[in-house]
């Protein structure tokens, strides 16, 4: 009687391999959608709570107006938009001039997101209380996410962002 020696193989089958590649691919392919939208969210929260922080500190450079006008009249102190929305600055005004007297800071905002408002978003006088003395929203969007969050300036002055 003759015994058959069957030896052992080892190793992974073709098959095998290809089923794990697919995997990994597919988990690679489900990881770099999320970490897309954990980016935008990132982006997104940080232009928020700039732009909140931005809005205060034109208020607060109202009130300590480092640009005193020289005839005596009120100094304004805007915060501006681009027309396309994607930058927005802080300026000093004098007699409501069409030119600016300073310009204390300009941002350029991520790709994803948007100002909904576009020119003069908010306007303070010297006291922090908004010229138009009324409540005033302004916008925030991305476009990636589909979100559109507010914040508020009320007619005393008081800055409410809205959660994220």
Do not use: C
Request: hydrophobic letters at 40%; zero cysteines; charged letters at 20%.
């Amino acid at each position: 009687m003759r015994l058959i020696n069957y030896k052992r193989h080892k190793g992974f089958t073709l098959l095998e391999m290809m089923i794990a590649i697919g995997i990994i691919i597919l988990l690679a392919g489900i990881s770099v959608g999320s970490y897309r939208r954990y980016q935008w969210s990132i982006d997104y929260r940080s232009a928020l709570t700039e732009l909140d922080g931005d809005i205060k500190r034109a208020q607060q450079v109202a009130i300590t107006n480092p640009y005193p006008n020289p005839s005596g009249k009120p100094t304004t102190y805007r915060l501006e938009s681009t027309t396309t929305g994607k930058e927005y600055s802080i300026k000093v005004y004098h007699d409501n001039a069409a030119v600016p007297v300073a310009q204390i800071k300009t941002v350029k905002l991520p790709n994803s997101v948007l100002l909904a408002t576009t020119g003069t978003m908010i306007e303070f006088y010297q006291t922090g209380v908004p010229v138009s003395g009324m409540t005033t929203t302004i916008a925030l969007k991305s476009g990636n996410l589909n979100l559109i969050k507010n914040i508020t300036v009320t007619s005393v002055g008081g800055v409410v962002k809205e959660k994220f």
